[in-house]
């Protein structure tokens, strides 16, 4: 694999082998991340990438679409069997303008829609100021409480039967708790909104059946591919019959133009391969993974937002520490273990600092990892965290950090 890159332009592909270095040496804890199959990645870098299918399987405005059709075909299949919904658009490129094609499918300029704050653990898509779903509806946003860090349904519904939302949106990014599907039902119910839901964290556990699957409750859901489902980069959209053919037109022609058919292909191979019931394995595992990590690390003194943890992400408060979420970070980084500084909810620092840290076991979960080996990445988190302003510590630290990894090899059929 690569050889002709290597041939051509030997600076992409020495840069792209540094990157690959990088993966297998550090300890990926970034809870968006993961390592995808060599039958996904041939399927992104194949001759699919050639071909302009605008439109959908059998309507589409280019001739040639024969075989494309099939793959698009299959990649809706599998995501319909996976998720049990009953319409599935594959062609989003991410997750961002997945959302933003529900919105449009489903709302006019200036209408309601009520999701979770971005820094209590929503998405900017869900109606930050700054993006353009903030600038485009009229948002109103919820909050965990502040006690517990979880969501408090009876407050979600007082605000959603004040509000009269058009869409109530469940998403999240940074939410580590499990989602009452049924009252969110519920609430969107009383008060009249659609219900949506953002499962782009999720959606691999879900389709793993280690959580509840909100499809059967939500109009609309949304997902990305490449997070815990672990496949390309990019997006999908479920939902009931009755929405398919406005969301299908809002997607195109309303939002984008020629659908990225590589990238549909390799979403057919990851949800095929989400199928098979080892599938089922790594999710239960990722689970497992993430409470023997909280477990590790609340023991060495860390203070865990909504004390712990349902699924694959922890959102850690850094501040026993005597540091901030940005210095958590790069201390981390300068031991080869990558995470992302993170606000907490009623987090009094901004954004780009956070108090907390965000982290998960999806990639180490794909790399065989288990509860053994997340004790000893919990004490090496806490270690640095303990020594982040100690040069010579981190660099020791590092050495550590590349030996576990060479005991959970990736890609070794990439030399
Ligand atoms: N950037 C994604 C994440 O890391 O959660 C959300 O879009």
Same mark, same amino acid.
């Not at 001759?47 to 050639?50: A, D, E, I, Q, S």
């Not at 653990?121 to 700054?130: F, K, N, R």
């Not at 502040?146 to 408090?152: P, R, S, V």
């Given at each position: 694999m690569y050889e002709h890159l290597k041939a051509t332009d030997s600076k992409v592909f020495d840069i792209m082998q540094s990157e690959l270095g990088r993966q297998r040496e550090g300890i990926e804890l970034i809870p968006s991340e993961n390592l995808v199959t060599l039958a996904v990645l041939e399927a992104i870098g194949s001759?699919?990438?050639?071909k302009y299918s605008e439109g959908y399987p059998k309507k /589409?405005?280019?001739?040639?679409?024969e075989f494309i059709d099939q793959s698009e075909g299959l990649a809706i299949e599998r995501a319909k069997e996976l998720f049990g919904a009953e319409h599935v658009n594959?062609? =989003?490129?991410?997750g961002s303008p997945a959302n933003q094609a529900v919105y449009m499918a489903l709302m006019e300029h200036g209408d309601k829609l009520m999701g979770l704050k971005l820094d209590h653990?929503? @998405?900017?898509? @869900?109606?930050?100021?700054?993006n353009f779903s903030g600038k485009t509806y009229h948002i109103v946003a919820y909050e965990v409480d502040? *006690?517990? *860090?979880?969501?408090?349904y009876d407050a979600i519904e007082a605000l959603a039967m004040k509000e009269k939302p058009k869409i109530l949106l469940a998403g999240f990014t940074a939410y580590p708790r499990n989602i009452d599907w049924k009252r969110f039902r519920n609430i969107a119910d009383k008060c009249g909104a659609y219900l949506m839901a953002d499962? #782009? @964290?999720t959606a691999g556990l879900i389709a793993g059946k280690a959580l509840l699957n909100p499809v059967p409750f939500c109009d609309v859901v949304t997902t990305t591919? +490449?997070? !815990?489902? /672990?496949? =390309?980069r990019g997006a999908i959209i479920m939902c009931k019959a009755e929405h398919a053919k406005a969301i299908d037109k809002a997607v195109f022609p309303g939002l984008q133009g020629g659908p990225h058919e590589h990238t549909i292909a390799a979403k057919a191979v990851a949800f095929g391969e989400a199928l098979r019931p080892e599938f089922q394995t790594y999710a239960a595992q990722i689970i497992k993974n993430a409470k023997a990590l909280a477990e590790t690390l609340k023991k060495r003194g860390a203070r865990l937002v909504a004390d712990g !943890?349902? !699924? +694959?992400l922890l959102l850690v408060d850094v501040r026993p520490f005597n540091i901030n979420g940005k210095q958590a970070e790069n201390a981390l980084d300068e031991a080869a273990m990558y995470c992302n500084k993170n606000t907490i909810p009623y987090? =009094? #620092?901004k954004p780009f600092i956070g108090s907390g840290i965000r982290i998960g076991t999806p990639t180490l979960t794909t790399r065989g990892m288990k509860e053994k080996e997340m004790e000893i990445v919990g004490n090496y988190i806490i270690d640095v965290l303990e020594h982040h302003d100690d040069d010579e510590y981190l660099a020791k630290k590092r050495k550590d950090v590349l030996a576990l990894c060479a005991k959970f090899p990736i890609y070794p059929e990439l030399g």
């Open positions: 001759v699919f990438n050639n /589409r405005y280019y001739g040639g679409n594959v062609q =989003p490129h991410s653990g929503g @998405h900017l898509s @869900h109606g930050h100021p700054v502040k *006690e517990t *860090e979880t969501l408090d499962i #782009a @964290h591919t +490449h997070k !815990t489902l /672990r496949g =390309p !943890t349902d !699924t +694959h987090d =009094p #620092a």
